[in-house]
């Protein structure tokens, strides 16, 4: 009955926000998740964010329908006193449960065998041009191919993160591991970034490995396959050297490597586009403003369908925000519907086109770096404080 529920506030709510002891509320209910933060599949991250407020819009955009069924395991008992919900909030739902209804997150295309048979494709071509062709430029051409498979496989690896891309869990998991301090020092790096940033785009991949290894053989972090992961990088770092073994001569082996490198790096460039050229830090999301946070961090860019493939819709990055567990192929589908909500709402939808959101980025870079700059204030609230201090 009505009366006999326990409430607590939104203030109350607020404490319960550190390491051993976060709470939320979805729908007005409040859950202890406090154990479960380690074994959670989306890790501890995102919960340490969101505690200690209503994440409903949060968990309706990652969790599938069979998730809210293991919620009255962390249950309280406590409801959420004078809880209420946005009307941007309410047409957010609404839209998710109208694509749940017409069958949009279950309706996957043929993206994920078409981007699989692509990297075999390409795989296949680079093989014949390392080890059949003996012109430099075929081992160039080869290495560029390489990128782009490269670029296509981690954006079946990144569907696969979001949503099962393959028939069952098993194979998405496969699918998975085929494709893969502040101080005066990092100021004054910062300070010349918007001049580095594509050199640094070119050799980001490198990061990208350091980052894996130390990663997996950690041991103080919980990492889920672990072994299925090593091995993984095992396959990969077996079969890469022994392919660069195969070219002539050493400057080769190195032009293979940095144009492959490169090619790949366009990927990395348009992952901070989406985000650089924006307003990446406007405060940790909570349940009832979702959908605004995502509008005001997030940038769309703009290409003819044929380009969706070179993109793996990303492109369509504030509705992949929005909408995390939809399938690429349906993203083009929805984006007049998210762009007539925004509208609605009197919120930014950015969509520009490859070269202006490079403009734009370079832009924000540079502003971000004569910040840098500026020691008359050590700690000023600008771009690279907010950088620094980022936790939304």
Known sequence: MEGDRKYITADELKQHSKPGDLWISIQGKVYNVSDWAKEHPGGEIPLLNLAGQDVTDAFIAYHPGTAWKHLDNFFTGYYLEDFEVSEVSRDYRRLVSEFVKTGLFEKKGHVAFCSLASVAVMFLAVLYGVLRCDSVWAHLGSAMVLGMLWMQSTYVGHDSGHYQVMASRGYNKLAQIITGNFDPLARFLISFQHWT?????????????????????????????????????????????????????????????????????????????????????????????????????????????????????????LEHHLFPRLPRCQLRKVSPVVKELCKKHNLPYRSLSFWDANVSTIRTLRTAALQARDLSNPVPKNLLWEAVNTHG
């Open 197 to 317: 940033f594509y050199p640094v785009m070119c050799v980001a991949r490198v990061n990208l490995y350091l980052q894996t290894l130390l990663l997996l053989f950690s041991p103080s972090r919980q990492v889920p396959d672990r072994a299925l992961n090593i091995m993984g990088i095992l396959v990969f770092w077996s079969w890469f050297p022994l392919l660069l073994s195969y070219l002539p001569n050493w400057p080769e082996r190195f032009m293979f490597v940095l144009a492959s490198f490169a090619v790949t790096s366009i990927q990395h460039i348009q992952f901070c586009l989406n985000h650089f050229s924006a307003n990446v830090y406007v405060g940790p999301p909570s349940g009832n403003d979702w959908f605004e946070k995502q509008t005001s961090g997030t940038l769309d860019i703009a290409c003819s369908s044929w380009m969706d493939w070179f993109f793996g819709g990303l492109q369509f990055q």
